[in-house]
């Protein structure tokens, strides 16, 4: 099938054919087996939006129809039909991740609504692996590439937003990747037409900050033989990027408020407001907030841009992802110098996993560069401290830990000869977070 359905799974034929019947009035597509064994095939054929079983089947049963679905979408939800007197066995299910479970005798108000929850989540599970697939196909790949926990909470509140019309406010190291965040978010917007547009807002002079934002008419200052077109202007339809915007001047930020507020510009020497459509991605790599408080930062214009606010992890928060990042920059390098990429020798990999990268992302890639041209040294800015090195090892033997027993703390502790205590205190030193390696 085509088009998203939901398989049912029921062994008593009155019962397959009345909930199909229920279902299909309701205006979904529905296709019905009698048991666990017949619907496994047809699901890895064509996998369901949702599934509906009966908890006691021949054969298999409900509960192990879930754990075999599961393991081939760990996201599908899965409704249990139950008896009256398994109401112990739905509640071991839902703890083994059924989406939900309806008690026989059913009401058509119970079962729908249970169904139409069931579908908005997995349209929307759907609609934000697009996302991160299309994300990751454009040039925001290099930087989301990787499984580290800080970069998986990353990369879900990036999909979450990305197709929305939401403001968003990146914050972020020197060299993390924030332009190529928001051109990410530029490219995944399907509807988006007009142009990503980007403004270093520190370098831009207060002397020209209105005709280059706003443009101008001919003759409305010296200079201005011709009609111009302003950044703010060009960018509708599409992306406007303040890069650095704590740079700029606090006059300007009053000026930039205005805009943002009525989304409409005018024209140096004009008279008549311009709609402007286009979403406002603005990137810092301080606290607004703090500088708000402190008077460096209109508080009002912080607020206008704090819609949703993106936080960047540095690399040094998601080193499990250096391996990865720096074999994509170096096949890069290779490609661009015509070069072939050198053997990584285990010592230079340990120094690299080491390495506290004030520069992040941007720093590595120059690493790689110079890895790939036989111009590394073995050497990595700020991996020389014994104690860093010794807190790199111990972090990664955490996270070796925690993936062997499955994110079960205590299990980890004991593995690694530690108090149960002292393990916590580490974790929240190295901001590891044991559930993501469940």
């Known amino acids: 099938m085509s088009q998203p359905y939901i398989l049912l799974v029921e062994d008593d034929d009155a019962v397959r054919d009345a909930t199909s019947q229920t279902l299909e ?45 599961r393991q081939r979408d760990a996201d599908l939800p899965v409704i249990l039909v139950t008896g009256h007197g398994d109401i112990g066995m739905a509640v071991q299910a839902m703890q083994g991740g059924a989406w939900d479970f309806i008690e026989k005798p059913w009401s ?30 454009h040039d925001g790949g290099q930087l989301l590439l990787g499984d580290a926990p800080a970069m998986r909470r990353f990369k879900s509140t990036l999909a979450a937003i990305a197709d929305t019309d939401a403001d968003v406010l990146i914050l972020g190291e020197t060299g993390s990747g924030k332009e190529l965040v928001a051109r990410a978010l ?36 010296t200079g201005a033989s011709r009609r111009r077109i302003g950044k703010i202007e060009y960018a509708d339809g599409g992306t406007l990027f303040l890069d650095e915007i704590e740079g700029m001047p606090l006059p300007l930020q009053a000026k930039l408020l205005r805009v943002l507020e009525t989304r409409s510009v005018e024209r140096l020497g004009a008279n008549t407001a311009i709609p402007v459509r286009c979403r406002v991605v603005a990137a810092t790599k301080i606290d607004l907030k703090a ?56 010592a ?15 720093e590595l890639a120059h690493a790689a560069e110079r890895f790939v041209l036989g111009l590394d040294d073995g050497a990595a800015d700020d991996c020389h401290s014994l104690p860093q090195r010794v807190e790199q090892f111990e972090a990664q033997a955490i996270r070796e830990a925690l993936r062997a027993q499955q994110g079960d703390v205590a299990a980890a502790a004991a593995a690694l000869g530690i108090a149960r205590k002292t393990l916590y205190d580490k974790l929240a030193r190295y901001h590891i977070v044991p559930a993501s390696f469940r």
């Open 186 to 221: 530029h490219q995944a917007k399907p509807q988006a037409r007009g142009h990503f547009v980007a403004i270093n807002c520190a370098a831009l002079p207060e002397s020209v900050f209105e005709s280059e934002m706003f443009g101008a008419e001919a003759g409305a200052y």
């Open 25 to 69: 009035l309701a205006g979904c597509r529905v296709h019905a087996c009698a048991s666990a064994e017949a619907a496994l095939p047809q699901f890895a054929a064509d996998p369901a939006a949702i599934v509906i079983s009966d908890i006691r089947l021949p054969g298999s049963d409900g509960r192990a129809l879930l754990a075999a679905l």
């Open 291 to 346: 500088a708000s408080d402190a008077g460096q930062f209109r508080a009002d214009l912080y607020y206008r841009l704090n819609v949703v606010t993106l936080h960047l992890p540095p690399l040094r928060e998601r080193a499990d992802d250096i391996p990865l990042l720096f074999a994509h920059f170096c096949a890069r390098a290779a490609e661009r110098f015509k070069r072939a990429v050198p053997p990584l020798p285990p």
């Open 348 to 362: 230079r990999l340990a120094s690299l996993m080491a390495a506290r990268w004030p520069g992040n992302v941007r």
């Open 108 to 137: 058509r108000e119970r079962l729908l609504d249970a169904v139409h929850r069931a579908l908005a989540q997995r349209s929307l599970q759907l609609e934000n692996r697009r996302l991160r697939q299309s994300l990751a196909s």
